[in-house]
């Protein structure tokens, strides 16, 4: 190739000449196979009829003032250009001449030249086992760098970087490389620079770790070749402390951590040359948690269900989540994150061994001390109850298990409660009578009460009866009435004497017990019962005598008009006696302790019936049949004896109580009369006119008993003067002439007429009266009777029928016409 001024002409043979026939006619083309900083190497196109190819150079900034060129056969369709300057951006153009030296076809491309080359790598430094730091200077217009990488064991690699420093990485540990650079911009890269050497450190250890114990930790790892020494840093999370430890070992145990804390352990390999090698990642081993204190167990409730809560005291310092594993040797277990956690289920009277175990991703802690936990004591059983007379009640069981102390709960049916705590099998309260009483046990130790047992239903025996009254109602009946007492159902009253038992029963607080003996001590006792405690037999008796026996035999005998003896058979051990004679006047009584008494005082005309009673303190016999009894009737209080005629009386008498019969006497010397009758009055005839009469009477009773009753005498009326005449005398009178039956009283004449009547009287001793102005020519009734002391007229005598006959204006003559009785 020639090449003009400033030019250099370069020939270069492709390495593929292509050689046979032409392609079908197209446009040449022209690509860059390569740059360097003074070189480039173009490809083209074979083009037909092409004699050889021409290459011009032009810089691109100004592309029609080409630099230089370069000639090729036709055979060649890759050719370089040389002598270029370092990192300008040339414009390349291709031309296919003919034989002539036109162009058939021509075509350019654009390119860089690569920059010139680096200085040699100024710093080489490890980072860590794979890779190394390069450090070098920067070249203007490369876009960036190609680091040549090769060791003696055969290993080239060429690694594009962009900056520096950089890293070179993936490389062997401890091994030695030979670096150099080139830089490269968009024509190609510059040649390498001068080598330099580096070496790789150890690689870093493999760690593993554990935590045997909560105190410490085990660091291992494989064994690194070339290594001669081995540091640990271990540094605790949250502090500042930072430990070293060296070993030529591979492996070391660290001990004298804090439990349950997190480590982070780092370690590395040192060299034969002393140079350390790269340090392992950060190994965050936490030590085992510490061991659980301070466990607390206690009872708790659940759904009904008992369970077991075991707690436990936190550590402030520990790192990370810890689960606690909670056993019982009762093969219970639970699982926590938290300070407790819960056995379940749990039964009465068990003995648990519970240890509680922290964990952490290290392992578990050591088991925290046995903690001995008894439950809660199972219910008593066997509950059982005494009652005694003293109104106390025991109540025993069973002892239980692992029990401190026992409270029993009694509640009485009237909703009154008591309890009693103890620490022995038995508890003795106030129990009352009639009460239902609902008694149960619990147990208690110190993880809480058992469960609720059975409770035990017992009823005392009903109260005793109070206000017990016993009463005689009748001769041989006591009533007997109580107050309905607590808890009794049903009340058995038994009486009792010397001879026989009588038996009522009754729900009611009243019982009568008859047909008893009379005059007898009966002991009763009221006795309450129910069916589910009996009856109550430790009531008291009551003391009650029955009445006396009712007197036998009563006999009577009337002592006189007023007063009666009465008897009887007397058969009670100690009575008073009473002797009662009733009638319509009332009771008349006597009293006495034998046998006989006296009744007196008894009125007339009474009847009575008599019977006896006897009483005691405890009451009063049945009275003794009784005997009728009449006193003597009664005397009339008032008997009148009114004289009907001369010869006549009328006797008249008031009402004698008792009186069924009379027999009335008048006697005199001159003669009596005698009437018997059953009336009030009765008429007496055969009287003789003045004379004084003895009145008595005989009043009988319907028995026949008789009262003599004696009267007042009585005198019967003046006799009435015989031979009345009448005499005419001077003038119109007329003289009343009789004889005198007697000289001791007076006499009155009565004249009467239709229209005129006349009256004259005659003292004691005299036998006439003189009547004057009588009217003659009228029938005149004339009487003439003697006048009582009283002066009043007897009215029983005869009237006298007189005509009065004028003579002139005088009186005529007087005839005398008969007698006539008294109207």
Not at 104 to 125: H, R
Not at 338 to 357: D, F, M
């Amino acid at each position: 190739m020639t090449c003009g001024p400033y030019m250099e002409y370069h020939t270069m043979i492709s390495s593929s000449v292509l050689i046979g026939p032409a392609a079908t006619e197209s446009a040449i083309q022209v690509s860059v196979f390569s740059a360097s900083s003074k070189t480039m190497i173009l490809r083209w196109t074979r083009y037909s009829g092409a004699s050889s190819y021409k290459i011009s150079v032009a810089p691109k900034s100004s592309p029609s003032n080409p630099i230089a060129f370069a000639q090729f056969g036709p055979n060649t369709v890759m050719g370089s250009v040389n002598s270029l300057s370092p990192n300008i951006n040339y414009v390349f153009t291709v031309k296919a001449l003919d034989n002539s030296q036109g162009t058939l076809s021509a075509a350019n491309v654009e390119s860089s030249t690569a920059p010139e080359t680096m200085e040699p790598i100024q710093t080489v430094k490890p980072k860590d086992s794979r890779t190394l730091m390069a450090d070098f200077t920067l070249k203007s217009g490369a876009t960036h760098y190609i680091i040549r990488i090769q060791n003696s064991n055969g290993f080239y690699r060429e690694d594009t970087v962009s900056s520096s420093p950089t890293e070179i990485q993936s490389l062997t540990p401890y091994t030695e490389y030979t670096l150099s650079i080139m830089a490269v911009n968009s024509g190609g890269r510059s040649q390498p620079s001068l080598p330099v050497t580096a070496m790789t450190v150890l690689p870093p250890p493999q760690l593993s770790t554990s935590s045997p114990t909560n105190d410490s930790i085990v660091v291992s790892w494989p064994p690194i070749a070339h290594a001669v020494q081995y540091t640990l840093s271990v540094y605790k999370f949250g502090s500042n402390t930072n430990m070293k430890h060296n070993t030529s070992n591979t492996n070391l145990t660290i001990s004298g951590l804090d439990a349950g804390s997190l480590y982070m352990i780092k370690g590395l390999a040192w060299d034969p040359e002393g140079r350390q090698g790269e340090g392992s990642l950060h190994i965050n081993q936490t030590t085992r948690p510490p061991t659980p204190s301070s466990v607390n167990v206690s009872v708790v409730m659940s759904n009904d269900v008992a369970e077991l809560s075991v707690s436990w005291e936190l550590e402030a310092e520990v790192f990370g989540s810890i689960e606690y594993f909670v056993m019982s040797d009762q093969n219970l277990t639970c699982n926590s994150t938290s300070s407790s956690c819960t056995l379940s289920p749990v039964a009465c009277g068990e003995v648990h061994v519970i240890q509680v175990t922290a964990s952490n991703q290290a392992g578990p802690s050591f088991p925290s001390s046995p903690k001995v936990f008894i439950t809660f004591p199972c219910p008593p059983e066997s509950l059982d109850l005494v009652e005694s007379t003293e109104g106390n009640c025991t109540l025993t069981w069973d002892t239980v298990p692992h029990a401190d102390s026992y409270v029993a709960f009694i509640k009485r049916s009237d909703g009154g409660e008591e309890t009693c705590n103890t620490t022995s099998n038995n508890c003795t309260y106030h129990c009352q009578c009639g009460y239902t009483y609902l008694m149960s046990v619990l147990a208690f130790n110190q993880a809480g009460a058992s469960p609720p047992g059975k409770t035990l239903n017992y009823t005392t025996l009903p109260c005793c009866p109070e206000g017990v009254s016993v009463s005689l109602v009748s001769a041989d009946t006591l009533e007997i009435m109580w107050t309905a007492s607590r808890g009794a159902e049903l009340y058995q009253t038994r009486a009792a004497d010397s001879s026989e038992v009588i038996l009522c029963n009754d729900t009611a607080p009243v019982c009568a017990l008859s047909d008893l003996s009379c005059d007898s001590a009966y002991s009763v006792v009221v006795t309450p019962c129910n069916e589910i405690s009996g009856c109550n037999l430790a009531c008291k008796a009551h003391t009650k005598d029955t009445a006396p026996c009712m007197p036998m035999n009563l006999m009577l005998n009337p002592k006189n008009s007023s007063c009666v003896s009465v008897s009887w058979a007397a058969n009670n051990r100690a009575a008073t006696y009473t002797a009662s004679a009733m009638g319509d006047d009332g009771k008349h009584t006597c009293t006495t302790t034998g046998n006989s008494c006296d009744i007196a005082d008894l009125p007339c005309g009474s009847t009575y019936e008599v019977s006896v009673t006897a009483s005691s303190a405890a009451g009063q016999s049945l009275p003794s049949y009784s005997d009728s009894l009449e006193t003597e009737p009664c005397c009339p209080v008032n008997l009148t004896v009114a004289q009907v005629t001369q010869a006549m009386t009328n006797v008249s008498w008031s009402h004698a109580k008792g009186a069924h019969s009379f027999i009335t006497s008048l006697t005199s010397p001159r003669g009596h009369a005698r009437c018997h009758t059953q009336d009030s009055h009765c008429l007496m005839g055969c009287i003789t006119c003045g004379t004084n009469y003895t009145v008595t009477m005989e009043a009988f009773s319907h028995s026949g008993r008789r009262a003599n009753c004696t009267y007042q005498g009585f005198s019967s009326s003046a006799c009435c003067p015989s031979g009345v005449r009448l005499y005419r005398m001077a003038g119109n009178s007329l003289r009343v002439y009789w004889r005198s039956a007697g000289s001791s009283h007076g006499y009155i004449t009565e004249m009467m007429s239709g229209s005129n009547n006349f009256t004259c009287t005659a003292s004691p001793g005299e036998n006439s009266c003189d009547v004057s102005n009588i009217q003659c020519g009228d029938i005149y009734h004339v009487v003439v009777a003697p006048l009582t002391p009283e002066g009043r007229k007897v009215q029983f005598c005869p009237q006298r029928l007189y005509s009065v006959t004028c003579s002139d204006s005088n009186i005529g003559s007087v005839i005398y016409r008969g007698k006539r009785s008294v109207d």
